[in-house]
């Protein structure tokens, strides 16, 4: 995909715009201190981040005033991938940077947190006020005999005290790690039986969809089931008594108690993540305090060109990596935006509501909102104030080009479009915002700056203009320290390094364009692949389901026996849709004339739903491995599916093939 240099972008920011980004500032301050390029904007940038990757993130550092309580020998020590070290030798802790906004007297009242709820009532928590509650509860937790490096575990919502709780943790050097409510116990207990935590935070409840969800029984099992633990901490969403031996929340934050911040090596870990783990207990990743600390300042404070002066809202819930993303707008001064609810209550238009209440002046969604607004019908520029919205975020899946041209023409029309990419795994993005440079169509507007970003063919020749492995030949800060459970560092190698020995390769196609932008066209491991042609199936989702009846689709390509091979199209029809002739003929007819006639599949199936994982992502290997015949206990870990009885028509279906 080579890219017409006379191609009208759909943005471009204007030279006031591009003036006062903190990117252009902090590459004139780099230019003038560190080395960097003065001229070539972004592009020079960045080839100066990767080729200078050391220096880079010494100006990084810098430039954000990290308080190193211990200075760094050297910022890059071993290189290679996996087992890079960074900022060698020095100390530093997340929760400290994280609340340096509050020592500001001119801040201390401002708020930090606003929660918003599905009544739409906003509850703001001022700097001061996080920062006592964080002191008070950090110093119970360290009466509790918590030390650096115990696992404090979260069953939360997306609320302040979920906030509290994990930078109280961070403060005291633990390691932080959570799952939403709305996962049951098995999905939870395969998470947090790995790490074995000795606190558990937990609510009696949680509101979603107007209706109450009591968590009562589920917090009794995760007791039962999690040995290690010393404490369980309730927190009464519902308004119910604690239950016996739990200690309650209010008494915990009460003390008026100056945080005691406990300075941990730059690797330190500071919290475990989960990946989607649709087969085997999901992977259990860990990331440092010190790298989360530099990479979510560059990818925020650069990336995202978050300051004080701005309201971070980003739709997510605690299961998410992008809920960590969106606390740690906090280390840039941001006001973050909880919301805790249903993104389609009262209606579909409940996150435009969020951002004109709350003036949020970037609103991060997931390319799957924004599709569903637009099958609504929903015009959220003539219907709500957004006009402190400065830019429109979207991560999860890629944003088709019909994602685009609707924010453009029902947002605004100057509005920056930033579709993002990144993982779990390194908790950032790999490309995305840059607010300096236009926005295209479909596209992704750069490589990250530190990130040294690559599309490669099987062979790991680099490819422009085609499609490939998305790889990283460089290490990143974020990158995970180890795996919990993984002690001879097995399986974190196989999941990123069994392909390309010492580079990074994170399963996506990618390709990269001739003008350094980047589109995504979903993951390699579940790659199409027709009479030699490699295929997205992201490609295949956006074309069909632009059609009103298609609520949603799955596609898979599968290797016969007798070497042919079978791609069906799976689709969830619209309400009142029906599967006729004349619409798997629309469905056929739209993908060859918008892709092409090796795209069309072999048969338009109908399903009862697409299952997706805990996080939301269509889930496409265990579906396939299911139709290749495996059983469904071996094809997926139930605990990872958010309608297991989904799989069960898939499964049924291999039967009657066979």
């Given at each position: 995909m080579t890219s017409a240099a006379d191609e009208a972008?759909?943005?471009?920011p204007g030279p006031d715009r591009v003036a006062a980004a903190a990117v252009t500032r902090f590459q004139s301050w780099a230019a003038e201190h560190h080395g960097a390029p003065a001229e070539g904007g972004y592009a020079s940038l960045h080839r100066w981040s990767v080729d200078e990757l050391a220096t880079f993130w010494k100006a990084v550092a810098e430039w954000f005033d990290v308080r190193f309580s211990t200075p760094y020998e050297e910022v890059v020590g071993d290189r290679s991938m996996p087992g890079a070290t960074w900022f060698t030798g020095a100390t530093l802790n997340y929760a400290e940077h994280a609340l340096r906004a509050s020592e500001d007297p001119l801040r201390a009242d401002a708020p930090a947190l606003i929660h918003v709820d599905e009544t739409h009532t906003q509850v703001p928590t001022s700097w001061s006020e996080l920062r006592r509650q964080v002191g008070s509860l950090a110093a119970e937790l360290r009466a509790l005999g918590v030390t650096p490096g115990d696992r404090v575990s979260g069953y939360l919502p997306n609320i302040p005290q979920a906030v509290v709780a994990f930078l109280a943790t961070a403060a005291v050097g633990g390691v932080w790690t959570s799952c939403a409510p709305d996962f049951g116990a098995r999905s939870v207990l395969d998470r947090f039986q790995q790490v074995e935590p000795v606190v558990l935070f937990t609510v009696d409840g949680y509101r979603y969809g107007g209706k109450e969800h009591h968590r009562a029984d589920t917090v009794a099992e995760l007791r039962r089931e999690l040995p290690t633990l010393r404490a369980v901490v309730h927190i009464p969403l519902l308004g119910t008594e604690a239950p016996e031996g739990a200690l309650d929340w209010a008494a915990l934050v009460a003390a008026d108690t100056e945080p005691a911040f406990e300075q941990v090596a730059f690797d330190h870990p500071l919290w475990v993540l989960y990946s989607s783990g649709t087969t085997g207990l999901p992977k259990a990743i860990v990331q440092s305090q010190g790298g989360i600390v530099v990479e979510h300042l560059k990818q925020l404070g650069l990336h995202c060109d978050l300051g004080p002066e701005d309201r971070f809202f980003w739709y997510t819930s605690t299961g998410w990596m992008m809920w960590n993303f969106l606390v740690s707008g906090l280390l840039t001064g941001a006001t973050v935006v909880l919301y805790d609810g249903s993104p389609g209550y009262p209606d579909v238009s409940a996150q435009w509501r969020v951002a004109e209440q709350t003036g949020a002046t970037l609103h991060g969604t997931s390319a799957a909102y924004v599709m569903a607004c637009r099958k609504a019908g929903v015009h959220p520029g003539r219907d709500f104030d957004l006009s402190r919205v400065q830019c429109v975020a979207t991560t999860g899946s890629p944003l088709p080009p019909d994602g685009f041209r609707w924010l453009h023409d029902e947002v605004a029309d100057d509005l920056w479009i930033a579709s993002v990419s990144g993982g779990t795994d390194v908790c950032t993005c790999f490309a995305g915002a840059v607010p300096t440079l236009p926005v295209h169509i479909g596209?992704?507007?750069?490589?990250?700056?530190?990130?040294?970003?690559?599309?490669?063919?099987?062979a790991g020749e680099p490819l422009t203009g085609e499609v490939?492995?998305?790889?990283?030949?460089?290490?990143?800060?974020?990158?995970?320290v180890r795996f919990w459970n993984d002690p001879d560092g097995s399986r974190y190698h196989d999941s990123y390094f069994d392909v390309y020995p010492g580079v990074w390769r994170h399963g996506d196609w990618i390709t990269l364009t001739d003008r350094g932008s980047v589109v995504i066209h979903g993951r390699s491991d579940s790659t199409l692949n027709r009479q030699g042609v490699r295929m997205g199936s992201a490609d295949i989702y956006e074309a069909v389901e632009?059609?009103?009846e298609i609520r949603e689709s799955l596609v898979i390509g599968l290797e016969e026996p007798n070497g042919g091979y079978w791609m069906p199209l799976f689709v969830h029809l619209a309400e009142g849709a029906t599967l006729d002739d004349a619409l798997r003929d629309s469905i056929k007819r739209t993908i060859r004339e918008n892709l092409s006639p090796r795209h069309v599949p072999d048969e338009v199936i109908e399903v009862p739903g697409i299952p997706h994982t805990l996080t939301g992502k269509r889930i496409e290997v265990p579906v396939k491995r299911l139709l290749q015949g495996t059983a469904l206990e071996k094809a997926v870990n139930p605990g990872s599916i958010d309608n297991l009885e989904l799989l069960h028509f898939y499964e049924k279906l291999?039967?009657?093939?066979r």
């Open positions: 972008p759909l943005w471009q596209e992704l507007q750069a490589a990250s700056l530190g990130v040294d970003l690559h599309s490669w063919d099987p490939g492995e998305l790889v990283v030949t460089q290490p990143m800060p974020s990158m995970p632009r059609l009103p291999a039967r009657e093939r």
